[in-house]
């Protein structure tokens, strides 16, 4: 089992006391896609996934979700949340045993969600979502979320599906903070129009998967190691950190041929581990921003 660098009472430690500034934005990876962002004392969560719903759901099937990391934090511990997303209506994105008991304790949370997927998030989560703050959005939407200014960027999962008006089913986000620009791609692939939609932003951070695709798993798949080194390059991406991996033993990949191939290309990176903070200053100041990672993959 792989152990966070910083788990339960270290984790909720290091957030809080990471310096608060509208000058600097601070990244935790949660494992699979979810992260933790925050800048000056406001907090968003990327499709959280911190339960273990999907290994007692497979657990006596032909697909078993084995885990391969403890979680890093009880969900319910998460008392400082302002929006929280849900890419795609896949558990290991909109998890009701993640997302109930993180709304509970924040009660005026906004899920941000694509606008095809609303009637199906609200049937999972019960009544809790029908009372609560749900801002929906396709590809192309911009609007303001609390401090936070979210454009939906189209996802292929492996490819693009649409509801009946042409909103998409998976959707990736573009989120502005103050000076700071990051990309979470939800579960995607390439595909046509995806580096155009993106070149017009000056990203800061992409968050990529990098867990790659095969028939054998029998699930949709995404972007390899290789394709997601690529897709930062051609989008101008200052720094992409990889995701969507080491979770569940039969949908995994190491980050081996994402290093590689970032390093082919000069393209900057860093490679989380689990509960590890990522701090970047507006200045890009290179001990806060890396401009190439050093000690490698851990």
Known sequence: MIEPLLGDDAFLADVESAPRSADLLHLWWLGQSGFLLNRNRKHLLFDPYLSDSLTRKYADSDKPHVRMSRRVVDPARLDFIDVVTASHTHTDHLDAET????????????????????????????????????????????????????????????????????????????VECGPFTVYHSGDTVLYEGLVESLSRFAIDVALLPINGRGPERRVAGNLWGREAAWLAKEIGAKLVVPCHYDMFEFNTATPDEFVAECERLGQPYKVLRLGERLTISESGNEEVLPQMNTDGHR
């Open 99 to 174: 997302l109930l008991p993180i709304w509970r304790i924040n009660p005026g949370m906004i899920l941000v969600e694509a606008s095809a997927n609303f009637d199906f998030t609200s049937e999972r989560l019960g009544p809790v979502a029908h009372g609560a703050a749900v801002m929906t959005f396709h590809h192309g939407r911009n609007e303001r979320v609390d401090d936070f200014n979210f454009t939906g960027i189209a996802a292929a999962h492996e490819a693009r599906e649409q509801d009946e008006r042409g909103h998409d089913r998976y959707l990736g986000f573009v």
